[in-house]
């Protein structure tokens, strides 16, 4: 399995990106998809999941109203629409797959065994 995150880069605060992530080796609508971040001294958290058919999506309350996960199965990718970004949301933005096969939104940080490379996110004030 590759999970290959990119549209990382430098924002001004109130302004937006897009993350993709493009999953290669699984069957990849058999998967809900996940996405966490870290900043720097920080430990990895929980930005927000997807479920397999797009029914249901979770999210931080840190980030919930502003960031939007999609996905498009027929291109093995999900997304992370980040709108209204603030200072604190800095950090390396890393997509994962979940250990179960079962296409639910899981939130935890235990429920994941499969990472991207990361990319990193810098919104300055």
């Known amino acids: 399995v590759q999970l290959q995150a990119s549209g990382g880069g430098l924002v001004q605060a109130g302004g937006s990106l897009r993350l993709s992530c493009a999953a290669s080796?699984?069957?990849?609508?058999?998967?809900?998809m996940g996405w966490f971040r870290q900043a720097p001294g920080m430990e990895r958290e929980f930005v927000g999941c997807?479920?397999?058919?797009?029914?249901?999506?979770k999210y931080s309350d840190l980030v919930k109203g502003r960031f939007t996960i999609s996905r498009t199965n027929a291109k093995n990718t999900v997304y992370l629409q980040m709108n209204s970004l603030k200072a604190e949301d800095t950090a390396v933005y890393y997509c994962?797959?979940?250990?179960?096969?079962?296409?639910?939104?899981?939130?935890?940080?235990?429920?994941?065994?499969?990472w991207g490379q990361g990319t990193l996110v810098t919104v300055s004030s």
């Open positions: 080796g699984l069957t990849f609508s058999d998967y809900g």
């Open positions: 994962a797959l979940p250990k179960r096969r079962s296409g639910l939104c899981d939130t935890g940080l235990q429920d994941y065994d499969s």
């Open positions: 997807i479920t397999r058919t797009s029914s249901s999506r």
